[in-house]
C-alpha cells in the first residue's frame, strides 16, 4: 500500500530535476499527479511516463494558468489533496543589495513568492472541497540564516515562503489543511552548481555543513513525500530542514 494511496498532487516545477524526482515518487506512492512546468512538452513526457498523470504548462505567476492548473487537477482526476510547490528561481547575478538590479529582485519575488501564493490561492478551495489537503512550500536552509555566497533576492523570497507558510497554516488548521516548509540545505542541482564552478568554492560550502558532503535531491523529496502524507497528520505551520545539520552550528572544523 502507498503513503499516498488515493490522493491527487499537483507538483510545480515537475519537468525536471528534484521536481520531476518529486513527480516519480509520489507516483509510486499512489498518487495520481498533476506535472505541472513551463515546456508543454517537458511535462508531457513527464506525465507520459506516470501511471496516473497530466501534464499542464504553467507559468506560476499567472493567475489565470495557476487557476486552470487547479480546475485540471480537479476535472481530470475528481480532487486535490496535495499541492507541492517547488517551482523556484535563483538567478545568476542575484548577489549583494548594491549590486542586485531591481528587475532581478522583481523577477525573483515574482516567480518563488507570488507563485507560491497563486498557487495556494486557487489550491485550496478545491482541497477544502476534498475534505483538507496538504501544502507543502519549497523554501530553504537560507530562509533560517544568511547565505555564504551573496544571493539577497533569492534568500530574502524564501525567508517569505517560510512566513507566509506560517500564515496559512494558522488560517486554514481548522479547516483540514495544513501547510508545512520544506527547507532543503545545499543540494548538488543546477541552481547551487553555479556557484560551485571551482573546488575552492566547493569548499568554501562544505566547510559550514558538518556532515561534510552536499545534499541530495532524493533525501528532500523524501521530507516533502512525508509532509504530503497522512504521516504528518499533526504537523502543520513547520519547517522541515534537510540541511546536513547546517543550521545547527555557525562553523565545523575542517
Not at 517569505?160 to 507558510?165: E, F, K, Q, R
Amino acid at each position: 500500500m502507498g503513503r499516498l494511496d488515493g490522493k491527487v498532487s499537483i507538483i510545480t516545477g515537475g519537468a525536471n530535476g528534484m521536481g520531476r524526482l518529486a513527480c516519480e515518487r509520489f507516483a509510486t506512492e499512489g498518487s495520481a499527479i498533476v506535472v505541472a512546468d513551463l515546456d508543454p512538452d517537458a511535462v508531457a513526457e513527464v506525465a507520459g511516463d506516470l501511471p496516473a498523470a497530466v501534464g499542464v504548462a504553467v507559468d506560476v505567476r499567472d493567475p489565470a494558468q495557476v487557476e486552470a492548473m487547479v480546475s485540471t487537477a480537479v476535472e481530470r482526476f475528481g480532487r486535490l489533496d496535495v499541492i507541492y510547490n517547488n517551482a523556484g528561481i535563483s538567478p545568476g547575478d542575484d548577489d549583494t543589495p548594491e549590486l542586485t538590479s531591481i528587475d532581478t529582485w522583481d523577477l525573483t519575488f515574482d516567480v518563488n513568492v507570488k507563485g507560491v501564493f497563486l498557487c495556494c490561492k486557487y489550491a485550496i478551495p478545491a482541497m477544502r472541497d476534498s475534505g483538507g489537503g496538504s501544502i507543502v512550500n519549497v523554501a530553504s536552509f537560507v530562509a533560517h540564516m544568511g547565505a555564504a555566497t551573496p544571493q539577497i533576492a533569492y534568500t530574502s523570497s524564501k525567508g517569505a515562503v517560510l512566513s507566509m507558510t506560517r500564515e496559512i497554516a494558522a488560517i486554514y488548521a481548522r479547516q483540514g489543511i495544513r501547510a508545512n516548509a520544506l527547507c532543503p540545505g545545499p543540494v548538488l542541482t543546477p541552481l547551487l552548481a553555479k556557484f560551485l564552478s571551482d573546488d575552492a568554492k566547493r569548499q568554501r560550502r562544505l566547510v559550514h555543513i558538518p556532515m561534510g558532503r552536499f545534499g541530495e535531491a532524493a533525501e528532500m523529496v523524501n521530507g516533502a513525500l512525508f509532509l504530503a502524507s497522512d504521516e504528518s497528520s499533526y504537523m502543520t505551520g513547520q519547517s522541515l530542514l534537510i540541511d546536513g545539520g547546517i543550521t545547527s552550528t555557525y562553523t565545523t572544523p575542517e
